[in-house]
């Protein structure tokens, strides 16, 4: 949950996750449907798609693998998260490279084409590798910092070659970032009967999305609008009302009283919440009485 989101976001979802899945066999059981639903807000779905793959290898195997090579097989399990996870839990020797550990060694041995895996596996604690890999992650989370490292306190302060040579602030270099692609799409309240028109999503695998516009629709008033980034787009979304004489292809009519029950993506939800402010403008004032 931690990749890619901030802790504080994690922290509700994350109690709400283990309420519901308390042993690996509970996930590893549960439809991919409950599983999303809980992680719906975080983003990035193959990670809750990839762990329940893990638990059900894990249920499968009849334990959690205590080696490496097993550990890194699972679903969603890279170097770093294997190396941790070896390291920490079974005393394995395995360093584990971060976004901090990176920025860590980097700035000691002061080149940007050092071999980060090879130096880190030579200055790993063999005897204590948990505690060391947790030590130098620390140590990038809180005092080997970015952009203003605070070398005074640094335990490492005679061995850094970036310090040395007053680079430090300059390692690692920064990343390019992709560019963010504004995209505009018209998302359509279409309802019949007490029951609105859902498609399966086309952004977000397994949700449900309303739909955008198709042949033969009848737009109406516009309702609201809001913005939604997925990862490297940045959505624009208009959200209006609509009528149709016929349900596309793919799509369905679902009762508006059971919306809860179907996995509806957040842009959806948005564009629900415009809806219910619209209806709460055009709602008469109650009366009072003196």
Not at 69 to 75: Q, T
Not at 181 to 197: A, F, N, W
Request: hydrophobic letters at 40%.
């Amino acid at each position: 949950m931690l990749q890619q989101t901030r802790v504080a976001a994690v922290i509700p979802y994350y109690q709400r996750f283990l309420d519901r899945f308390q042993r690996v066999e509970d996930l590893a059981a549960a439809p991919e449907a409950e599983v999303l639903s809980l992680w719906s807000g975080l983003g990035y779905y193959s990670r809750a798609r990839n762990m329940q793959k893990a638990a059900r290898q894990i249920v499968e195997a009849g334990g959690f693998p205590r080696d490496y090579s097993s550990i890194r097989a699972l679903a969603g399990v890279g170097d770093y998260t294997a190396a941790a996870v070896a390291s920490i839990a079974f005393g394995l020797p395995h360093a584990a490279i971060d976004g901090n550990v990176r920025r860590v060694v980097m700035r000691l041995t002061g080149d940007v084409r050092a071999n980060l895996a090879s130096v880190a596996d030579k200055l790993l604690d063999l005897r204590e590798p948990g505690r060391w890999n947790q030590a130098l992650m620390e140590l990038g989370a809180v005092v080997c910092l970015p952009r203003e490292p605070l070398c005074d306190g640094c335990p490492l302060t005679r061995e850094c070659e970036a310090r040395r040579h007053g680079i430090q602030r300059d390692l690692p270099p920064p990343r390019k970032k992709a560019a963010m692609v504004r995209k505009e799409r018209v998302l359509l309240v279409i309802r019949r009967k007490g029951r609105i028109l859902l498609m399966p999503s086309p952004r977000v695998s397994g949700f449900w999305e309303l739909p955008e516009v198709f042949s033969g629709v009848r737009l109406g008033p516009r309702l609201g609008k809001f913005r939604h980034a997925i990862t490297n787009s940045q959505y624009h979304f208009e959200v209006r009302e609509a009528r149709t004489g016929a349900c596309p292809r793919g799509c369905r009519w679902w009762d508006v009283t059971r919306l809860g029950e179907i996995l509806l993506s957040t842009a959806a939800k948005k564009a629900l919440r415009c809806l219910e402010v619209q209806r709460a403008r055009r709602a008469p004032p109650k009366e009072t009485r003196n």
